[in-house]
């Protein structure tokens, strides 16, 4: 199988507080899982990337917590910020060979409320 | 350095016309997909091409085709197009595993 499922679909967290989305995948094919943010009327922009071989990967307020034997994996955005308000998508892919695409779930809005 | 650009930013066609988008990749990239993003859905596959060739293929009709140019650049052509074809169309650029996507081009058919 190939979908990424994602959830909640939307989110809405005070200023300062801990965003959490959620991604299960069922491919276990996949050793690329990225998060990407997109504004209204702009393209998805890479925000964090982790591979299997790590259980967590953080930059900055941002932090990917990856379970291999759940095959789960979330993204968690400390210290939320109203310009934190965007869709976040979570995407899985095989990163080998010549055509490596991307499969993403299906976005979560969050909403930070000053 | 610029990023992926794409035209045009909007576009509205008329059922069974036939539309072409035009996708420039990051300076180094070598690689083009295209992926169509319904309105609140995540983006779908339409296909990849490297080295001037389609490469992998997602769900999508023969109605959707493409090509890339020796610049890397690529088109993205949709003949035949309904309501359903409504939806930001957007490229992606990559050289080995980062995909980097341009601004999209909002396609409407009425």
């Known amino acids: 199988q190939q979908q990424v499922k994602q959830s909640p679909q939307s989110l809405i967290v005070q200023k300062g507080g801990i965003s959490i989305i959620n991604c299960a995948y069922e491919?276990?094919?996949?050793?690329?899982f990225p998060w990407y943010q997109q504004f209204p009327g702009k393209g998805p922009a890479l925000l964090i990337a982790i591979r299997p071989d790590v259980s967590e990967k953080k930059e900055g307020r941002f932090t990917i917590s990856f379970n291999k034997s759940a095959k789960q994996f979330s993204l968690h955005i400390m210290d939320s910020q109203p310009g934190d308000s965007a869709t976040y998508f979570c995407?899985?892919?095989?990163?080998?060979?010549?055509?490596?695409?991307?499969?993403f779930g299906s976005g979560t809005q969050l909403t930070v409320l000053p | 350095d610029a990023g992926v650009t794409q035209s045009p930013t909007h576009l509205i066609k008329t059922r069974g016309q036939q539309v072409t988008l035009r996708c420039s990749p990051k300076s180094g990239h070598d690689t083009v997909s295209w992926y169509q993003q319904a309105l609140g859905q995540g983006p779908q596959f339409i296909f990849q091409?490297?080295?001037?060739?389609?490469?992998q293929r997602g769900n999508f009709p023969d109605r959707f085709s493409g090509h890339q140019f020796p610049n890397y650049s690529s088109e993205l052509n949709v003949n035949a197009l309904l309501l359903g074809d409504s939806a930001l169309y957007l490229c992606a650029s990559m050289k080995y595993s980062e995909a980097f996507f341009g601004q999209g081009t909002r396609l409407t058919v009425v």
């Open positions: 995407a899985a892919r095989v990163d080998s060979g010549s055509a490596r695409q991307l499969t």
């Open positions: 091409y490297y080295e001037e060739e389609e490469r």
């Open positions: 491919n276990t094919a996949f050793d690329y």
